[in-house]
C-alpha cells in the first residue's frame, strides 16, 4: 500500500471526539466508584459513550484503510478526525446505532463514510477497506472482554464489570452482523470486487435497504433466540457469562426496574 499525503489539520483529532471520549472516562470512573446514587445511570452513559467511541473507531478504520490504499480524498472530508458529525450520514452512523442500543440492546452496525473507490486499485485493497471497520469491532470486543478471560477480576466493583459485559455484548452482535454478506453491509463490502459486474449491477440497488432487512429479520422471535445463543457462545468463550451480560443490559436500562447490584452469586453488593 502506498501512504497518501494529508495535511495536518485533516488528521487531528476532533474536539467532539474527545469530548466523547470524556464522558467515558467519567462515567466509567462513576461505575467503578460507585459515585452516583443510581449506578444504572453511570453505567449507562459509559456504555452509551464507549459504544460511540466505538462507531467512530469503526468508521475511521475504513477511512484509514482507504487513505493507505490510494483515496486521498478522506482526509480533507474530515474523517480522519474522528468526528462523528463529518459522516456521510450522522443519522445511520450514531443515531440509529444509540437508539438500537436504548431499544433492543442491539448493537446494529452504521455506515458510512464515502470511499472514492474509483481512486483505489486492486480487489484486496477495496475487502481490506471494508472488513476493516468489523475488525475493529472484535479488537473492541478482545479489550472489553479482556479481564475476563485473563481472570483479572479481582477488586473490580460490580456495576463497571457488567457494564463491560454489555459493552462487549454490543461489540459482538456489531461484528458478527455487519460481517454478514447482505448489500449495504461491510460483510458484502468484502464480497463484491470479487463478483462480476453483471451481478454487482443487480445487487446495487437493494443496498439502501440491508440494515432494515437485518433489524426486520432479527425482529423475528425463532431467528432472534438463535442468533443470540450463538452471541452467548461467543462470549462465553471469551469468560463473560450471561448473567454478566443481563444484568449489564439491566442496569443500562435503569429505567425499567431496580437498581440494585447483585454479585455474580447472587448477593448484592
Do not use: Q
Given at each position: 500500500m502506498t501512504t497518501a499525503p494529508t495535511r495536518s489539520?485533516?488528521?487531528?483529532?476532533?474536539?467532539v471526539f474527545l469530548g466523547i471520549a470524556a464522558v467515558t472516562a467519567v462515567a466509567g470512573w462513576a461505575a467503578w466508584?460507585?459515585?452516583a446514587d443510581n449506578p444504572g445511570i453511570a453505567v449507562f452513559l459509559f456504555v452509551t459513550a464507549a459504544w460511540i467511541v466505538s462507531l467512530c473507531l469503526h468508521e475511521?478504520?475504513?477511512?484509514r484503510t482507504a487513505l493507505h490504499s490510494?483515496?486521498?480524498s478522506v482526509g480533507a472530508k474530515g474523517y480522519l478526525t474522528l468526528n462523528p458529525l463529518k459522516y456521510t450520514h450522522a443519522l445511520l452512523s450514531i443515531v440509529l446505532p444509540v437508539l438500537f442500543v436504548i431499544m433492543g440492546g442491539i448493537g446494529l452496525p452504521g455506515g458510512a463514510v464515502f470511499i472514492e473507490r474509483g481512486r483505489i486499485r486492486g480487489r484486496w485493497k477495496h475487502s481490506l477497506i471494508s472488513a476493516a471497520g468489523p475488525l475493529t469491532n472484535v479488537l473492541f470486543a478482545v479489550v472489553c472482554t479482556a479481564p475476563f478471560w485473563l481472570d483479572a477480576l479481582d477488586g473490580v466493583p460490580y456495576a463497571f464489570r457488567y457494564a463491560l459485559a454489555f459493552l462487549a455484548l454490543l461489540q459482538v452482535t456489531a461484528a458478527i452482523l455487519n460481517s454478514l454478506?447482505?448489500?449495504g453491509l461491510d460483510g458484502y463490502g468484502v464480497l463484491e470486487p470479487w463478483l462480476s459486474y453483471k451481478i454487482r449491477r443487480q445487487v446495487e440497488p437493494f443496498a439502501p435497504f440491508?440494515?432494515?432487512a437485518v433489524f426486520g429479520i432479527l425482529w423475528i422471535p425463532e431467528v432472534n433466540h438463535v442468533f443470540f445463543d450463538a452471541i452467548d457462545a461467543i462470549l462465553r468463550g471469551l469468560g463473560v457469562s450471561e448473567w454478566d451480560s443481563e444484568w449489564g443490559q439491566r442496569l443500562y436500562r435503569f429505567w425499567e426496574g431496580s437498581q440494585e447490584v447483585p454479585s455474580p452469586s447472587g448477593f448484592s453488593q
Open positions: 489539520s485533516d488528521r487531528r483529532i476532533s474536539p466508584t460507585g459515585f475511521y478504520a475504513h477511512a490510494g483515496d486521498i454478506p447482505i448489500p440491508g440494515l432494515i
